[in-house]
T-cell receptor, first 111, second 115 residues
């Protein structure tokens, strides 16, 4: 089992809808969780990070963490075509800055 | 700031040749990371440095790979000899302090093709 699991997609949503991206992980010792966005042919860029159980909101983005169920999700409200990209979930442990990435979910927002 | 700078942006070489990838981190960033991204394996951390010292090289695939950081503004990733399975996009990233949630800023990547 891979350490970080993501559905590869593509996840297709209409413009203005809520896009929900999910990620599960196997290591209960994981402490920090990150969502990166990567446009085709470009480098990853951080969207959000979350440490604590619950929700964290930043503009149109909400990260949700449930450590008991070992999943983290990213909600994108009012999705725009410019949100079309691959979204990478990543995590790190307690004593290391080593990030472990999922394979990413490709999101398509239809105009 | 110009961001993380990587060179070359594209590299095509033949199997057996030495390949050197270069990275200039963002000024003032104490952490530097080397990643490799392929369709099959996704994005993998190869090695990271703190204050020019290698901290975790457990992701380095084998002895053919080596990385150095001779000073705070320069790092290299060397593959010798290169093999076709090394074909990938190699990213360098830097961070002020990832332990405080500071983001890792990725460079544009070097797209390596080994024939």
């Amino acid at each position: 089992q891979k350490e970080v699991e993501q559905n590869s997609g593509p996840l297709s949503v209409p413009e203005g809808a809520i896009a929900s991206l999910n990620c599960t992980y196997s290591d209960r010792g994981s402490q920090s969780f990150f969502w990166y966005r990567q446009y085709s042919g470009k480098s990853p860029e951080l969207i959000m990070f979350i440490y604590s159980n619950g929700d964290k909101e930043d503009g149109r983005f909400t990260a949700q963490l449930n450590k008991a169920s070992q999943y983290v999700s990213l909600l994108i409200r009012d999705s725009q075509p410019s949100d079309s990209a691959t979204y990478l979930c990543a995590l790190s442990g307690d004593s290391s800055y080593k990030l472990i990435f999922g394979s990413g979910t490709r999101l398509l927002v239809r105009p | 700031d110009a961001g993380v700078i990587q060179s070359p942006r594209h590299e095509v070489t033949e199997m057996g040749q030495e390949v050197t990838l270069r990275c200039k981190p963002i000024s003032g960033h104490d952490y530097l990371f080397w990643y490799r991204q392929t369709m099959m394996r996704g994005l993998e951390l190869l090695i990271y440095f703190n204050n020019n010292v290698p901290i975790d090289d457990s992701g380095m695939p084998e002895d053919r790979f080596s990385a150095k950081m001779p000073n705070a503004s320069f790092s290299t990733l060397k593959i010798q000899p290169s093999e076709p399975r090394d074909s990938a996009v190699y990213f360098c990233a830097s961070s002020l302090d990832p332990g405080l949630g500071e983001t890792q800023y990725f460079g544009p990547g070097t797209r390596l093709l080994v024939l």
